[in-house]
């Protein structure tokens, strides 16, 4: 990563206070410099001495409120909005208060469920929330308030956007708390057992196949999900797949497909997080902190997906500057088939590993330029595409 780069141009449109801004920025940058969320890697980054950092770390996260600040990603124009767990793993860490075991029954850890909205095939984290076997148990309560809570902290912000949610979350009490509270949904359909598939019946009291053709598309409005939640349901079989795909959803059943197939490419995010940031070497020992580190590291992976998508832009898209604030704004303006390079590489990827070199006063006039966009996106209502 080139270390000219600025990152206070950026925080100071997230942190309240100017001794904020300056000591975010540092952490920021060290962080993304490390590929580490361990408060050892990153101190290690930062000028000076390492336990020094070390100890101004501790004590900048103390004093600001990082999932509050998270917020501030959450995109009003967004055409829809992500919801995600993520299993993640704590092999040496077993006794850990907030430790349980995954789906396995067996591995240590726990599960991170981000809410985010879409930005150019991958998505920009804005809220999210951590439980696992362990606290769902001692805190009487379950994963589907879990998710509950999740959904509520931002209820208020998705209006009449729907919320896409993959197959973990197609449960009959989840779909009716969304439609009792008005929230538009797109699911993808569970179909568990093949010899035991979802019981779907139509408005007649008639039971509904789950049977298509690869090619076919079939459309199946106002049938009840487990006999009692109204829904629309689509299948889908495009002939390069394996398995149809078949999803539920309280909007158009086209407009509902549409969406999810674009949400189908979000998964990047976590794999960026998990392989670039190395999210999963989180070792806190108290959850508070733990959802603060959190928060930081989604807070760096979306100042680091912007600079760098500006900066695969200019590189390897042969955009000229004045081009970047209306590329990431809004659709991008490459031409992919005349720069098939800028197809292979995600803007994280070209920031963190590949090392490129660019005059400073390129990256000066880039980062000013991707600065003032990314005001925009903070300060004003600004359309996600993916």
């Not at 361990?38 to 336990?51: A, D, T, V």
């Not at 959450?74 to 092999?91: K, L, N, S, V």
């Not at 569970?190 to 049977?211: C, M, S, T």
């Not at 392989?275 to 807070?299: R, Y």
Request: glycine share 6%; charged share 25%.
């Amino acid at each position: 990563m080139d270390k000219c780069i600025n990152f206070y141009e950026f925080l100071r449109y997230v942190f309240d206070d100017e001794k904020a801004i300056r000591q975010g920025a540092e952490i920021v940058k060290a962080l993304l410099e490390a590929q580490s969320p361990r408060l050892s890697n990153i101190s290690e980054k930062m000028p000076g001495k390492g336990e020094s950092n070390y100890k101004a770390i501790q004590r900048f996260l103390k004093k600001v409120d990082m999932k509050r600040l998270l917020l501030r990603f959450y995109q009003e124009d967004a055409e829809f909005m992500i919801g995600d767990p993520t299993e993640m793993e704590r092999y040496k860490a077993p006794h850990t208060a907030y430790v349980g075991t995954l789906s396995d029954g067996k591995t240590a850890g726990y599960w991170l469920m981000v809410l985010s909205t879409p930005f150019r095939g991958r998505s920009l984290p804005c809220s999210f929330v951590v439980y696992s076997s362990r606290t769902l148990g001692e805190q009487v309560t379950s994963r589907n308030q879990e998710h509950f809570r999740s959904f509520g902290q931002v209820k208020e912000l998705l209006g009449d956007r729907p919320l896409v949610l993959d197959r973990e979350f197609c449960y009959e009490a989840l779909m009716e708390i969304l439609y009792i509270e008005y929230i538009q949904f797109v699911i993808r359909l569970n179909l568990g057992d093949q010899h035991k598939p979802p019981r779907l019946i139509d408005a007649d009291g008639e039971p509904v196949k789950l049977f298509i053709q690869p090619g076919e598309t079939i459309i199946r409005p106002n049938v009840y999900y487990l006999g009692t939640v109204k829904v629309n349901l689509i299948g889908y079989w495009r002939k390069s797949l394996s398995k149809p795909l078949w999803v539920i959803t309280t909007l158009e059943p086209k407009r509902g497909l549409e969406i999810y197939l674009k949400r189908m490419k979000i998964e990047e995010t976590f794999r960026d997080c998990k392989d670039l940031l190395h999210l999963t070497k989180l070792m806190n020992k108290k959850q508070p902190l733990l959802e603060q580190m959190i928060a930081l590291c989604l807070l760096a992976y979306v100042i680091g997906v912007w600079f760098g998508e500006a900066i695969r832009d200019i590189v390897y898209g042969k955009l000229d500057v004045t081009q970047i604030p209306q590329a990431l704004l809004n659709k991008p303006l490459v031409d992919a088939n005349a720069h098939p390079k800028w197809l292979l590489y995600s803007g994280l990827f070209v920031l963190l590993k590949q090392k490129l070199r660019l005059p400073r006063n390129q990256v000066e006039v880039v980062t000013q330029t991707a600065a003032s966009a990314f005001a925009v996106l903070i300060l004003g209502n600004v359309r996600s595409f993916v």
